[in-house]
C-alpha cells in the first residue's frame, strides 16, 4: 500500500487516536520553533492540520500557514476545520512542492520525515523554502522510541518508518546547507533545529 492510500484509510480515525498528553507536547514544539507574529509557516505533513490552530496563535491574522501532505483525505478533515483564509491547504508531495524559494520564516515537519521516501531530497526542498536565517524544525514529541513502536503497531505499510538518528539528521542538514542550532533527543521527546545561513 502506497503513503498516500494509507494515510487516506486513517484519516477518518486519525484525530481520535491522539494521546491524551500530546497537547503539551505539540505546544513544546510550537514553543521550540520560537514563531513571531507576522510569520509565513510551512507545516510539512500537515496530516489533519492539528499543528495549525496553535501556529495560528504565534502568527496571528497577518502571518501565513501553508499545511502540505500527500494525502486528499487527510487534508479534507483539515479544512473542514473551518480555519480562517490566511491558512492554505495544499496536496503535494515535499520533493517537488513547486512552491516559490525563500518564502517561509519558519518550515515545521512534525511526525512525518519517517514517511519520506527520499529523505535528503525533502530536506533539499525544506531549506529551498526556507528565507535565509529561518529554522527548518524536525519534531516527534512523543520520542523516538515510541513513533517506532507505533509504527510497528500501525501495520506493514509504516512499520519500518524510522525515525532518523541525531547523527543521520545532522547528515541530512548538513547536505542541505543547513546548521544545526537544536538536538534534543529524550525519551519521551525529540525535535531538532537547523537554520539556513542569512545572506
Known amino acids: ?38 510569520w509565513h509557516v510551512l507545516d510539512v505533513g500537515t496530516g489533519t492540520g492539528v499543528l495549525v490552530p496553535m501556529i ?24 473542514a476545520k473551518g480555519f480562517p483564509q490566511n491558512v492554505t491547504f495544499i496536496q503535494r508531495d515535499i520533493q517537488d512542492t513547486r512552491l516559490p524559494s525563500e518564502s517561509f520564516d519558519r518550515v515545521i515537519c512534525n511526525a512525518a520525515l519517517p514517511h519520506f521516501r527520499d529523505k535528503q531530497a525533502a530536506m533539499n526542498e525544506m531549506a529551498r523554502l526556507l528565507r535565509p536565517g529561518g529554522l527548518v524544525v524536525v519534531s516527534h514529541p512523543i520520542g523516538r522510541k515510541a513513533v517506532h513502536e507505533l509504527h510497528r503497531e500501525m501495520g506493514e505499510s509504516v512499520a519500518h518508518h524510522a525515525v532518523p538518528t541525531p547523527r543521520q539528521l545532522e547528515r541530512l542538514f548538513q547536505k542541505a546547507r543547513l546548521a544545526t542550532v537544536k538536538m534534543i533527543d529524550e525519551p519521551g521527546f525529540y525535535l531538532a533545529a537547523a537554520r539556513k545561513p542569512a545572506e
Open 56 to 79: 495560528l496563535k504565534k502568527v496571528g491574522g497577518r502571518g501565513r500557514v501553508v499545511g502540505l501532505d500527500v494525502s486528499r483525505a487527510m487534508l479534507s478533515h483539515a479544512r
Open 1 to 38: 500500500m502506497n503513503r498516500e492510500r494509507f494515510f487516506s484509510r486513517a484519516a477518518a480515525h486519525w484525530d481520535e487516536r491522539r494521546r491524551p498528553d500530546i497537547g503539551p507536547r505539540l505546544g513544546r514544539v510550537i514553543e521550540e520553533a520560537g514563531l513571531r507574529r507576522g
